[in-house]
C-alpha cells in the first residue's frame, strides 16, 4: 500500500511557507535537501484509492493533510492548521490515521497550527516531550519502528471514515462503483439490470434529488417490476457527485437487514472489518456531523423480511441526525405495507416520514432522452419506435441493447446499429443465445408451466385477470403445484422473481427475466401446439388465438411457438393452420347498449364500463362513475376492434422466412402472409391500457378502411415485417411489389410505401435506388388508381380500441 505521488501543480505560497517554517522547526538538524513534502498523495482501503489534496483542505477547512518524505520513505503526517486556530484531539487522531494506513507507516505525526507544535509516535500514539527532532533522535525513532507492528489500522480508518468528509465520501462513492460493477451485465452473467454504459435519464431521479434539497429524510422510490427503480438509485448516485451536498451509497437489500449489509459492503469492498453495532455507529456519527449528508440508496427491499420496518423506522427517527437520508426502492404492491401501521389504518412512522416518487413507463420526455443515450451509443431506433407500449418498459431497451452490444461488430466504432421500432420474436431467440445454463432453464420452464395454466385460469379474480396480460406473474399456490419451495426461494433470492400480494389480495410471483420465460413459453406451447394440429386445425388456430391474448407478449410468444413446432423433430404445422389463422380476419364491432366490459388501467385497477343507448360509454371504478361521451373527431365510443389476434400472430411470423414442403417441393409462405395481412382495413398492433400507445396517426377512408400515416413511422408488426421482407430481398422482390399494387388495395399499398421508405433509408445505396424505383413507379401509380386520403391531407390521430 505505498503512497503515491499526486502533486502536479505548484502549491499557493503561503502554504508552502508554513510548510518550510515546521521543517525547519521541528527537524533543525537535518538539512533542507533531506526532508521533501507531498501536499496531494493517496492510500487504500481495500480495493478503494482514497486522494487526499491538501491544499483544497487548507482553503476550505483551514487544515492541510500533508505527507512529509525522507528519501522515499514517509517520515511524518503533518497535519497544519492555519495560524489563529487552536489544536484539539481531533487533530491528532486524523493525523494518526493518516500515518497508519500508509504503507510503510509515517513513524511521526506533526500538528501544528504555526505556534504550537506538537509531535507524536504514530506507533504508541502518545505525544513526545520535545517539539523539535536532531538527527540522532530521529535515526533511533526510525529504527525503533522497523521492529514495531502497523498500529490499529481498523481504528484509522473509523477516524478518517467518520471525520473526514474529503476520505469517507470517496470511499462510499467507490463502494457503489463497485456494488454497480457487480450489477453490471456480462457475458456469463446477461441477467444483472445494468449494461455499461446505458443509463436512463428519469424524472423521478431529479423529483428525488429536490425532496432530498429540502431537508426530507425518507423517499420511496416506487413504481412495479422491471419498470426501472434500480436505474433510479444509480441515476441519482450519479447526479449526487456533481454537487457538494450529498454523498450516496448504493446497498443491495438482502436478508440480513440494512445496517448488517451495510457492515458487509464495508467489509467487503474497503476492507474495514465492523460490526452491525459498529456499522450503525458510525451511521450516528455521520448522521450530526458537519458536512455532506449520506444518503444510503437501498435497492429491493422485502418489507416481509423481519425486523427491517424498524430499521427504517430508527434510521430516520430523531435519533439520527439530518446529516443520514434514506432512498429506497419499493415495489407498489408492498407501499402500503411500509405506510399503514399493522393492524390499522392510521399511518405508520415510515408513512408519516416518507415522500413517494412513482416510477412508470417511460413518458415521451424520458423516451425521447433514452434515444439520445442510445444514438450515443451508436444504436438507432426505427422512426415509430415511440408508439410502442413495450419499449417504454426499461427492461426492454435493457434487453435490446445488451444484445446489440454483444454484436462484434458494435466493437468497431464506425459502425451504428439500426434496432427495430417494436419488440419481435428476435426477442426470444436473443433469450436463448444469452441463457444457456440449463439448470436456470428448466427453472424457468417449470415456471412457465405454471403461468399458462394459471393465465388460462377464469376462476381468478377479474382484476388479476387483466393484469396478468400485460405482467408476467403467476399466483404463488399455482407455482408450488410445480415447483419446490426450495427452488421458488432459490429463484426470490438470485433476483428472477419478485414476490408481491396484488391488489386482489392473491400472493403472487412477478418475473423479472421476461425475455427467457417468454422462450420458455414458446416451447411448451409449441408442444401442445403440435398435438392440437395433428387433431385439428381450426381448433389448433383457435387455442393459439386464445391463449396468445391471456399472455403479455401473447403474440410474439405464439409466433415463435409455432416456428418452434415446425422446425421440431414432427414438424406437424401444415399450410392447413395457417389458413385458419388467416380466415379469422380482423374485424370492426359495434358494442351493443347495455353490453359490459372490464379492463386494468395503471393506477385505477379494475374499470368496468357499460354502453349506454347513445353509444357512450358509463366507466365505474373504486365507487366513481363517469360518463365518457361521443366527440366526432375521435370516433365511435361503441366501435371497437375484434378477431384480430391471429392476424397479430400472422404478422409476427412473416417478418421471418418460412417455407412449406409438399411432394418434396419447397415454397416460401411469409410472402403470402406479407399479401394477405398486408390487406387489412384495420390497424394490426397489440393495444394496453395506456391510451397515450394506442393512439396513432392515421387516414380513415370511408370504404377502403383505416390506414397508418406514413408520418408515424413503422408502429405495426405487419409494416415490419414487409420491411424486413424487402430489406432481406432487395430488387429480388420486385415481382412480388407489382403484384402488390395490382391488388388495388388500400391498407396494403400504404403499408408497403412505409416499408419501402424505410428500407431505402437504412440499406446500401443499391437498396434505397431500388426503394425509390418501386415509389415513384409501381407504388405511385397504384395510389393515382385509389381513393384519395384526406383531401386537406392531414392524417388524424385515431385511438384503436379492442375487445378483451
Given at each position: ?18 510548510i ?5 522547526r ?33 482553503k ?30 481531533g487533530?491528532?487522531?486524523q493525523?494518526?490515521?493518516?500515518a ?10 506533526i ?7 506538537r ?64 450489477l453490471?451485465a ?39 417490476p ?9 441515476d441519482?448516485?450519479?447526479r449526487?457527485?456533481t ?30 472489518p ?73 399511518s ?5 416520514r ?10 415521451d ?84 408451466s ?5 393465465a ?17 406473474m ?5 407455482l ?23 391488489s ?18 414458446a416451447?411448451?406451447i ?21 391463449v ?20 421440431s ?13 388467416l ?15 372490464a ?86 398492433r ?30 405495426e ?7 424486413s ?76 380500441p379492442?375487445?378483451?
Open positions: 500500500m505505498p503512497a503515491k505521488k499526486l502533486t502536479t501543480t505548484p502549491t499557493e505560497a503561503d502554504l508552502e511557507a508554513a518550510r517554517q515546521t521543517i525547519s521541528v527537524f533543525p538538524n537535518l538539512s533542507d535537501g533531506d526532508i521533501r513534502h507531498q501536499i496531494k498523495f493517496s492510500f487504500t482501503f481495500g480495493h478503494a484509492t482514497i486522494k487526499i489534496d491538501g491544499a483544497a483542505g487548507y476550505s477547512q483551514a487544515r492541510a493533510d500533508i505527507i512529509l518524505f525522507r528519501g522515499e520513505t514517509p517520515l511524518a503526517v503533518l497535519e497544519l492548521k492555519r495560524e489563529g486556530n487552536l489544536l484539539v484531539a487533530d491528532e487522531a493525523g494518526l490515521s493518516y497508519r494506513v500508509l504503507n510503510p507507516m509515517a513513524p511521526l505525526v500538528v501544528t497550527n504555526g505556534q504550537d507544535v509531535i507524536l509516535d504514530s506507533y504508541t500514539g502518545k505525544a513526545l516531550k520535545q517539539t523539535s527532532i536532531s538527527a540522532e533522535e530521529f535515526s533511533a525513532v526510525v529504527a525503533a519502528a522497523a521492529n514495531v507492528a502497523r498500529g490499529n489500522v481498523k481504528e484509522s480508518i473509523q477516524t478518517l471514515m467518520g471525520t473526514n468528509p474529503q476520505v469517507w465520501r470517496q470511499a462510499v462513492e467507490h463502494v457503489t462503483d463497485a456494488t454497480i460493477a457487480e453490471t456480462k457475458p456469463d452473467a446477461p441477467a444483472l439490470p445494468f449494461v455499461d454504459g446505458f443509463l436512463l435519464s428519469r424524472t423521478a431521479t431529479s423529483v428525488v434529488l429536490d425532496h432530498l434539497e429540502k431537508g426530507d429524510r425518507l423517499i420511496l422510490v416506487e413504481g412495479p422491471l419498470i426501472g427503480k434500480s436505474n433510479v438509485l444509480r441519482f448516485s450519479g449526487a457527485r454537487g457538494a451536498t450529498f454523498a450516496s451509497l448504493l446497498v443491495e437489500a438482502s436478508r440480513v437487514g440494512v445496517i448488517q449489509s451495510l457492515a458487509n459492503v464495508l467489509a467487503d469492498k474497503l476492507n474495514w465492523v460490526t452491525r453495532e459498529e456499522a450503525r455507529n458510525w451511521l450516528m456519527r455521520l448522521s450530526k456531523s458537519d458536512g455532506p449528508a449520506l444518503v444510503l440508496a437501498i435497492d429491493g427491499l422485502n418489507v416481509r423480511q423481519s425486523g427491517i420496518l424498524t430499521e427504517i423506522e430508527e434510521l430516520t427517527s430523531s435519533r439520527f441526525g439530518n446529516g443520514l437520508r434514506l432512498v429506497i426502492s419499493v415495489d407498489d404492491s408492498a407501499v402500503q405495507q411500509l405506510l399503514v401501521a399493522s393492524n390499522s389504518r392510521a405508520s412512522p415510515i408513512g408519516r416518507a415522500r413517494r416518487v412513482p416510477v412508470d413507463r417511460l413518458d420526455s424520458e423516451f425521447q432522452k433514452a434515444l439520445k443515450t442510445l444514438w450515443a451509443m451508436r444504436i438507432r431506433m426505427m422512426e415509430g419506435a415511440g408508439s410502442a407500449r413495450e419499449l417504454r418498459f426499461p427492461w426492454a431497451l435493457r434487453s435490446m441493447v445488451w444484445s446489440i452490444m454483444q454484436d462484434p461488430r458494435h466493437q468497431d466504432p464506425s459502425f451504428a446499429a439500426v434496432a427495430a421500432p417494436m419488440l419481435g420474436v428476435r426477442l426470444i431467440q436473443q433469450a436463448r443465445d444469452q441463457f444457456t445454463d440449463p439448470e436456470l432453464r428448466r427453472k424457468f420452464r417449470e415456471l412457465a405454471a403461468l399458462l395454466k394459471d388460462q385460469k377464469r376462476k381468478r379474480p377479474m382484476s388479476l385477470i387483466l393484469e396478468s396480460m400485460g405482467i408476467f403467476v399466483r404463488r399456490k399455482k408450488a403445484k410445480h415447483m419446490a419451495s426450495v427452488e421458488i426461494d432459490d429463484l426470490i433470492a438470485s433476483g428472477y422473481l419478485k414476490p408481491g400480494t396484488h386482489s389480495g392473491e400472493p403472487v410471483l412477478l418475473v423479472r427475466l421476461p425475455e427467457l420465460l417468454a422462450s420458455e413459453l416451447l411448451l409449441a408442444t401442445e401446439l403440435t398435438s392440437y394440429a395433428k387433431a385439428s386445425p381450426v381448433g389448433a388456430a383457435q387455442w393459439l388465438a386464445g396468445s391474448i391471456c399472455l403479455p407478449l401473447g403474440d410474439i410468444v405464439s409466433s415463435q411457438a409455432i416456428i418452434d413446432a415446425a422446425t423433430d414432427s414438424g406437424a404445422i401444415s399450410l392447413d393452420f395457417i389458413g385458419e389463422l380466415n379469422t380476419r380482423p374485424a370492426r364491432k359495434t358494442l351493443q347498449a347495455g353490453a359490459r366490459y379492463t386494468h388501467l395503471p393506477g385505477l385497477g379494475l374499470v368496468d364500463f357499460t354502453v349506454k343507448a347513445d353509444g357512450s360509454l358509463l366507466a365505474e371504478f373504486n365507487g366513481q362513475r363517469h360518463l365518457l361521451e361521443m366527440d366526432p373527431d375521435e370516433g365511435e365510443l361503441d366501435t371497437v376492434y375484434g378477431d384480430f389476434q391471429s392476424w397479430m400472430i400472422l404478422s409476427h411470423l412473416a417478418a421471418h422466412p418460412f417455407v412449406s414442403v409438399s411432394n418434396g417441393e419447397e415454397e416460401r409462405v411469409d410472402p403470402h402472409i406479407l399479401m394477405e395481412v398486408g390487406s387489412a382495413d384495420v390497424v394490426l397489440s393495444v394496453g391500457p395506456e391510451m397515450q400507445f394506442n393512439g396513432v396517426l392515421t387516414h380513415d377512408i370511408p370504404g377502403a378502411g383505416c390506414i397508418v400515416c406514413h408520418n408515424a413511422g413503422i408502429v408488426p405487419i409494416t415490419y415485417a414487409l420491411f421482407y424487402l430489406s432481406g430481398e432487395g430488387a429480388s422482390a420486385k415481382d412480388w411489389i407489382e403484384e402488390a399494387c395490382r391488388r388495388s388495395s388500400l391498407p396494403l399499398i400504404a403499408r408497403l410505401q412505409i416499408a419501402l421508405l424505410y428500407a431505402g433509408e437504412v440499406g446500401s445505396k443499391e437498396d434505397a435506388a431500388f426503394a425509390k424505383q418501386m415509389l415513384d413507379g409501381p407504388v405511385a401509380a397504384a395510389f393515382r388508381q385509389l381513393p384519395p386520403l384526406h383531401p386537406e391531407n392531414t392524417p388524424q390521430e385515431q385511438t384503436i379492442a375487445i378483451v
